[in-house]
């Protein structure tokens, strides 16, 4: 019984460092037309580091500096050949192309954009980063889309002294290209609350539900165009 208590405690002591000490991280990226990372982040109690560099990946994760996967884990991504025995074909959409699929569904409405932009907002002010510079190039699939981008870049823009994030839309072509390097520290805790309030609430549960029944009829959808 002893035994178990000790035990019992001593879970509860990890899982209170866990939750309440700092979480400090690096996160360097790219997007042009794939996505290439590398991230490192970690405390006393947990790290983790991770990259994707030129269809490359590696990463490992460590409990008070005991390695939890083998360190250097490399994956290559293999090319898929085709199945010739499927009837229905389906082809990968490019990002502005699923963005277009979604707006025309009525997913992407005023009251779903500004809930996910309360979100954004709630965790760019938890993670407090000390350092971090973007650099944004878009252009969305409908015009009224870029001005929504735009309002929500000034939007956030006008709420900080100091915004090292320049947004360049382009009216001429769909694209989404970005750089950006972030680094700083959060609050586990903190994170992990604002997390739940946003999934639980009546408003993410109404969008998944709607993603759901798209994601249910596009098969129909393409059996009708085949």
Same mark, same amino acid.
């Given at each position: 019984?002893?035994?178990?208590? &000790?035990?019992?405690?001593?879970?509860? +002591?990890?899982?209170?460092?866990?939750?309440? #000490?700092?979480? %400090?991280?690096?996160?360097?990226?790219?997007?042009?037309? %794939?996505?290439?990372?590398?991230? +490192?982040?970690?405390?006393?109690?947990?790290?983790?580091?991770?990259?994707?560099?030129?269809?490359?990946?590696?990463?490992?994760?460590?409990?008070?500096?005991?390695?939890?996967? +083998?360190?250097?884990?490399?994956?290559?991504?293999?090319? /898929?050949?085709? /199945?010739?025995?499927?009837?229905?074909? =389906?082809?990968?959409?490019?990002?502005?192309?699923?963005?277009?699929?979604?707006?025309?569904? !009525?997913?992407?409405?005023?009251?779903?954009? #500004?809930?996910?932009?309360?979100?954004? /907002? !709630?965790?760019?002010?938890?993670?407090?980063?000390?350092?971090?510079?973007?650099?944004?190039?878009?252009?969305?699939?409908?015009?009224?889309?870029?001005?929504?981008?735009?309002?929500?870049?000034?939007?956030?823009?006008?709420?900080?002294?100091?915004?090292?994030?320049?947004?360049?839309?382009? #009216?001429?072509?769909?694209?989404?290209?970005?750089?950006?390097? &972030?680094?700083?520290?959060?609050?586990?805790?903190?994170?992990?609350?604002?997390?739940?309030?946003?999934?639980?609430?009546?408003?993410?549960?109404?969008?998944? #539900?709607?993603?759901?029944?798209?994601? %249910?009829?596009?098969?129909? =959808?393409?059996?009708?165009?085949?």
């Amino acid at each position: 019984m002893i035994v178990l208590q &000790i035990i019992g405690s001593l879970l509860l +002591a990890v899982i209170l460092l866990a939750v309440l #000490w700092p979480f %400090k991280y690096k996160i360097e990226y790219s997007y042009q037309e %794939k996505l290439e990372y590398q991230i +490192a982040a970690g405390s006393p109690v947990f790290s983790y580091k991770a990259k994707n560099i030129s269809g490359e990946q590696e990463s490992s994760m460590r409990i008070f500096g005991i390695p939890l996967s +083998a360190e250097g884990k490399k994956r290559e991504k293999k090319e /898929r050949s085709p /199945r010739p025995d499927k009837k229905t074909k =389906k082809t990968s959409k490019s990002l502005p192309e699923k963005l277009k699929s979604i707006y025309q569904d !009525d997913l992407f409405s005023r009251k779903n954009f #500004w809930h996910i932009y309360g979100l954004l /907002r !709630d965790i760019l002010t938890l993670l407090k980063p000390k350092y971090y510079n973007i650099n944004i190039t878009a252009g969305l699939p409908e015009p009224d889309l870029n001005g929504l981008l735009l309002a929500f870049y000034y939007s956030l823009k006008s709420s900080r002294s100091e915004f090292p994030v320049s947004l360049k839309v382009n #009216w001429e072509r769909e694209v989404i290209e970005t750089r950006g390097i &972030i680094s700083g520290a959060v609050l586990p805790l903190r994170l992990i609350g604002q997390l739940l309030c946003f999934l639980l609430s009546p408003t993410t549960l109404k969008l998944l #539900w709607q993603l759901r029944r798209q994601q %249910k009829s596009e098969p129909a =959808k393409l059996e009708q165009q085949a």
